[in-house]
């Protein structure tokens, strides 16, 4: 019997010789001898396949290169972990969108644990993004009034300052929006927003004074002085800068129904604030102007008519639906698609632009709109 346990006992350590050697044997036959190892981080696009990183930004795909990645199971940036997609690892490339949210903790370190337990460590600093400002939802907001701000990258603690000095008061915050009261004495231009990680100013002004070619502040042109609201009634939206234009009539289908406009002889000066750069560049400029709809705008056509020198070369069509809910809001047009809309180029007129609002279009609208600042201005402030 105690040969028997002698050769079981030989037999067994013999096996798991076997099995060591033949386990280094593999191990030693991979590179870095089996070990996890990153090389380098690089972008994800083929084009710029040979653009290594050192740091990346917040929701970036990055490609992690290395050797022995297979058995990854978690991948940390900070204190956040990230998406980790198992048909995106391989033993030599991991892709992995850097996480958006912002860490609590910073350590400037993407952490990779592994199914058996191992864990490896690179350093690799996430850039938290500076504040993106893209547009408010009004920007003619009365002073203690309550303005919304879109964009990104909304961390706090942060602030809001309007044109003039003063420092908004915050409603609320969250990464795509924040609410604000506007302080008293804010003037026009640019608004800034600042936080630990930036300060961005606007590419829009607020109460947006430029380039303002129908105001009725005082009224012109050839129609639609009856429609011109001089002093709100308890009925009429509040003002936002100065006399506005209220349509409230039933409007019938196909019915030709001018709102306010002229040549530039009946328009005045005012006819002559387009500036000739959005004429010569409509892409780099939009038509602006505020909206309030006590009544959906939900059926019929709105035609403009804008920097051009007479009726003759046809109208930009705004089609519905559209409503605001009977609440002032800024609407933004690409410039270069109302200069699209026309039988031919825009060219520059020193003596000032026709312009003209009208509706006429399929689809009876029973019709309460309210219209004021209509401008042209540029899509982005050079600095």
Known sequence: MKNIYRSLLLLAITMATVVFYTSCKKDNDLPNNGEPRISYIRVTDPVSGDSLLAAAAQGMLIAIVGENLQDAKEIWFNDLMASLTPTYVTSTTILVSVPSKIPTVVDNKLKINFSNGKTLEYFFPVKIGEPIITRMDCEYVPDGGVATISGNYFYEPLTVTFPGGGVAEIVSVEDEMVKVTVPAGALPGQITVKTNFGEVASDFWFRDNRNIFISSDPFSGWWGSGFVVSNPGPEDPATINGNYIRVKD???????????????????AISKNIPDEAILKPENFNLKFE????????ANVIKLCVGVDNDSHGDYLWNPPYDTKGVWQTVIIPFEEVAAAYNSKLTVSPTGYYARVLFHGGGDLNCDMSFDNFRVVPKVIKK
Not at 250 to 268: H, L, R, T
Not at 291 to 298: I, Q
């Open 250 to 268: 039933a409007i019938s289908g196909w019915q030709w129904k001018e709102v306010v406009g002229g040549p530039a002889d009946a328009m005045g």
């Open 291 to 298: 909206l309030n709809t006590k009544k959906p705008f939900n």
